[in-house]
């Protein structure tokens, strides 16, 4: 028993609960900065989007050739997440962010100086492999410092800015590529990409567990059920949303519209995620995460099927904005419930995650490929209409029974 005299173990303070204003807080700056990479990974993730048909005209390639450059950054960006996040749980998150934007930068170069198709696909893959560490290493950065029951709130901040990526992408991309070149386009973010090698060293390194065995974190992750999954849905909802999401400017250039015409309603789905996600952070802790789901399902569902019913400039807007509104309400909702999944090895689970999404992304987009060609669009919507159906009765129904 201990007495007043007996000596004390020293022992760590309790954290804050979850009420406590300390248990939201993430400072500004290191917010910011984790902002900042992910805002350009999805910047030059989306750029290439509203300049398919430019770029596979410029140089004398069909667009099915084009779009390679497209699906092989979305399978790139897929595959090297395991890779970054094996590498995030032994080297540390920000390091890893440095490293993984110096090949950015890099590949960026060698997209704008590419001399024919070819090269490009090559530069394009490069630059995937390279960016898919810096949303998935600034999640887990989020996971790492703020506890699970407010952690949506920064998560919804993060996918704020990533939508400004995209949204910023595809409106400086049509504009940039049809009044100037496609090239200066890539250039953008591998300028931001060699500012953040320097900045990010400003961002303090989150506590982690010492390394075990290289490959440990994987066995953690894949002995989850839970992780199997979450990483299906991801796959279903990559697929659904982000493989079909391709098309929409495409679909506009295939009517006649300009190629800054295509990017500018392109870039709606952006300004539809930010604006959603606004009302997201607000709803966490009042919604059950299933309800935000569910929301997030049906305006999925209701913007394909405004696609599949018109291809008209109207029609595509309203497409875009719900497909915002859709990622804002479903995607941040899974993808918190992803970095509590394997809270021992979140780097990786967050990275299979990822993996999973956009996978399911590139396989999506490869195979609509040829109904693009035919332009076939509103049948390819529509099967992105029916497929929203069991995206949201699966993720709703998994998140119903998960208890963490």
């Keep these: 028993m201990e007495t007043a ?16 204003p300390a248990a939201r807080a993430i400072p500004a700056a290191s917010l910011r900065l984790l902002r900042t990479a992910g805002f350009v990974s999805n910047f030059d993730r989306f750029c290439i989007t509203p300049m398919l048909l430019l770029i596979g005209t410029q140089l004398g390639v069909p667009l099915t050739t084009a779009m390679l450059a497209a699906s092989g950054y979305f399978l790139a960006y897929g595959l090297m997440q395991p890779v970054w996040g094996l590498a995030s749980d032994r080297l540390g998150r920000v390091r890893v962010m440095r490293i993984s934007l110096v090949g950015a930068a890099a590949a960026a170069l060698l997209s704008v100086l590419a001399p024919d198709a070819t090269v490009l696909i090559v530069a394009r893959v490069a630059a995937g492999a390279c960016f898919a560490a810096s949303i ?3 999640i887990t950065y989020v996971g790492d410092t703020v506890p699970a029951a407010v952690r949506q709130r920064p998560l919804s901040e993060l ?13 400086v991309a049509g504009a940039l590529a049809h009044y100037v070149s496609w090239r200066l386009v890539f250039a953008l973010p591998g300028v931001i990409a060699a500012y953040l ?9 989150p506590p982690r567990a010492a390394p075990g065995a290289l490959l440990a974190p994987f066995k953690v992750v894949l002995n989850s059920r839970w992780q199997w999954f979450v990483m299906a849905v991801a796959m279903l909802e990559g697929a659904v949303l982000l493989g079909f999401l ?8 295939a009517r006649g519209a300009s190629a800054t015409l295509a990017g500018a309603v392109s870039a709606l789905y952006g300004v539809g995620s930010m604006s959603a996600a606004q009302i997201v952070k607000r709803l966490v802790g009042r919604w059950t995460p299933v309800r935000l789901i569910v929301v997030g399902g049906v305006q999925m569902a209701v913007a394909f099927g405004l696609a599949a019913a018109s291809l008209s400039v109207p029609a595509l807007v309203g497409c875009a904005l719900l497909l915002g509104g859709g990622w804002s309400f479903m995607h941040s909702t899974i993808q918190s419930w992803a ?8 780097a990786t689970g967050v990275a299979m995650f990822g993996v999973a999404l956009y996978v399911g992304s590139a396989l ?7 109904a693009a060609e035919r332009h076939a669009y509103q049948g390819m919507f529509l099967t992105a209409a029916i497929l ?17």
């Design 339 to 346: 970095t509590a999944l394997s809270p021992a090895a979140r």
């Design 159 to 171: 996918m704020t800015a990533f939508a400004l990526g995209t949204a910023v992408a595809t409106v």
């Design 5 to 20: 005299d007996s000596p004390r173990t020293p022992t760590r303070p309790a954290p804050p609960a979850a009420g406590d």
């Design 246 to 253: 391709t098309y929409i400017a495409p679909a506009l250039e």
């Design 197 to 205: 090698v320097l900045a990010l060293r400003r961002l303090p390194e």
């Design 136 to 138: 998935a290493a600034s």
């Design 388 to 404: 929203s159906v069991p995206l949201t009765v699966a993720a709703a129904v998994g998140r119903a029974k998960y208890r963490n």
């Design 364 to 370: 999506a987009s490869a195979l609509a490929a040829g």
